[in-house]
């Protein structure tokens, strides 16, 4: 499946080269699963998915990431990992967008926010994006004491 990113680097009837395999070898060195190429998908956990979907993404070279809920079925210590990989990309001149319904770790970890239903209700730091009436416009009533809004 990693291996998979590669395609675009050569023709559809062309097998890999041993470039592609040294991509794919290092993007799954860089999301924690060395020694996991082989392995059948269904044998994975959640977590390990979502690395190895990150791994293929990794593997195309794309100047452009947009993920969705990469982080989801992800513990804690491989999210800050995961978290710290996507950072080095973005220094590297990637383009990181994540979809996420993480709140609290939007709010703690993102400098970016951009509040989205359906159109683009708030884009900026996440304090101004995830409080009172842009936070109501993305999520809906209930989130909210009235007294806050």
């Known amino acids: 499946m990693v291996a998979l990113g590669r395609r675009p680097f050569r023709r559809w009837h062309r097998r890999a080269t041993p470039a592609d395999h040294d991509a794919v070898d290092g993007a799954l060195d860089r999301v924690g699963l060395v020694g996991f190429g082989r392995r059948p998908l269904g044998t994975l956990s959640g977590g390990e998915l979502q690395r190895a979907f990150l791994a293929r993404a990794i593997a195309q070279e794309a100047e452009i990431l947009l993920l969705d ?51 683009l209700v708030a884009d900026g ?12 416009a993305t999520f809906g009533t209930g989130l909210i004491p009235r007294e806050a809004a």
């Open 69 to 119: 809920e990469a982080l989801s079925g992800v513990d804690q210590p491989r999210t800050e990992a995961m978290l710290m990989l996507l950072d080095g990309l973005a220094r590297d001149g990637t383009t990181v967008l994540i979809a996420t319904h993480d709140l609290a770790l939007t709010r703690r970890r993102f400098g970016r926010c951009l509040a989205v239903n359906g159109r």
């Open 125 to 136: 730091v996440p304090s101004r994006c995830l409080e009172g009436a842009p936070l109501e």
